[in-house]
């Protein structure tokens, strides 16, 4: 994507946010608050993040049309979770809708079909990652911060000499759509939030490039690229289930979440370290990619042991004072 372009892309989805709020607040769609939001008193735009789809629409029509697996995917994630932004869903149909979606999404890919087993697992453990990102829009500019982070890296991988993965406007629109919501975000009051909409559009779109990513590399080690959300998302879900918990409903035990509530950090400062740490092992493993298969595992084990032990030790911490 040119730099002009880019600006008229900005200019365009800018200009669409602007439209999408005044619609928002005649209709009432804002964000009650709630533990898991961690605002108090405030009525909030929410589905905000409706740009990453639109972002992704353009480069859909950019490209000629050639992923449309993809985007049929990502449509389906995309209106299920307006819908649960406007009037929340049960979530055996969002849950269905996501199977459809990364089902949708493998079959994009182009990549030889698996045992059947193996088609369930993948199924699993995409659906898993959407909501996992998910359940990590809790505050502002998280979402807005981190994505830079993760969709930028991505793009990153795709300009290199050596890559053998098609680039097209996906990422590079992304990152715009990221940028414009991010003004409107990363502020210490927000306008609007990203939404389900926003949040699971975004978990999408990455899902999508990591995998090509990962294909073309002939690794898993990039999935470390979502490291930190992971384990922060997976180990919060896994005490949840351990006290008989409803993962579904709205709670306040995300790391990120006691660091604003305990220790009364400001959102963007939690924001800016959950993505600075996420750079840090970005960069590690772009370094690691040409190491041997011993060389990566022990990587993705000292990173993954790090995060796990500085998540217990805070946890505690917070949590007992």
Known sequence: MTPTGSVFLAAVLVCCELLYLRVARHFGIVDTPNERSAHTGL?????????????????????????????????????????????????????????????????????????????????????????????????????????????????????????????????????????????????????????????????????????QFMITKQTWLPILFLAVYGVDSGLTIGQRLYRRQNIFRAHNLHLFQLLVHKRHWPHLRVATLYSLIQVAINLLVLQALTWSFVGQTMTAVVVVGLLISVYVVVKVRLMNA
Do not use: E, K
């Open 43 to 211: 009525a909030i735009i929410r589905g905000g993040g409706v740009l990453f789809w639109m972002a992704a629409l353009v480069a859909f029509v950019h490209s000629g049309f050639v992923y449309a697996y993809f985007f049929a995917g990502l449509t389906l994630v995309a209106v299920v979770s307006f819908l649960d932004d406007l009037r929340s869903l049960a979530y055996q149909y969002r849950i269905g809708a996501h199977l459809v979606a990364v089902g949708l999404l493998l079959y994009q890919l182009d990549y030889p079909m698996p045992a059947f087993w193996v088609i369930g697992l993948l199924l699993l453990a995409g659906a898993g990652i959407l909501n996992a990102y998910n359940f990590m829009d809790g505050i502002n500019g998280i979402t807005a911060f981190y994505s830079l982070v993760t969709v930028g890296t991505l793009w990153y991988t795709t300009l290199q000499p050596a890559s053998s993965q098609v680039i097209d406007s996906l990422l590079p629109n992304t990152f715009v759509a990221l940028l414009v919501f991010s003004y409107f975000n990363a502020r210490n009051q927000a306008i609007c939030f990203a939404g389900d909409v926003g949040s699971m559009s975004l978990a999408f779109i990455v899902l999508y490039a990591l995998a």
